[in-house]
């Protein structure tokens, strides 16, 4: 199950838990909506009931810049003090590894 996180075409915020939603966007069978789920792309956006979806970020620019400079400099020490923040919203996993959002948060920079 993931949260869906996002805003509608009007600015409002989106959101919700749906489960299996990524794994149906992935592939391409979930009804009503049509994705986009890219890694190589810096955003996700599809449709839900008619409506446009933007997945949105809520770590802290301050997190987000610790976790680009871990990614870009393998030599530096994972930034621990923002852990549980870039792991609620999905960036990391257990192991301070990207998951394919963290992928798209750094490549939306």
Do not use: Q
């Not at 789920?37 to 770590?59: C, Q």
């Amino acid at each position: 199950m993931i949260t869906r996180r996002g805003l509608g075409r009007a600015g409002a915020r989106k959101g919700g838990r749906v489960p299996g939603l990524g794994r149906r966007l992935a592939a391409g069978t979930h009804r009503g909506a049509e994705a986009t789920p890219s890694v190589d792309k810096s955003d996700l956006h599809f449709r839900w009931d008619g409506k446009e979806i933007a997945e949105t970020f809520n770590a802290s620019e301050e997190a987000l810049t610790a976790l680009a400079r871990l990614r870009y400099d393998p030599d530096s020490s994972p930034p621990w003090e923002y852990a549980s923040e870039l792991l609620a919203d999905g960036l990391i996993d257990v192991h301070f590894d990207l998951t394919p959002r963290g992928k798209r948060a750094l490549a939306s920079r």
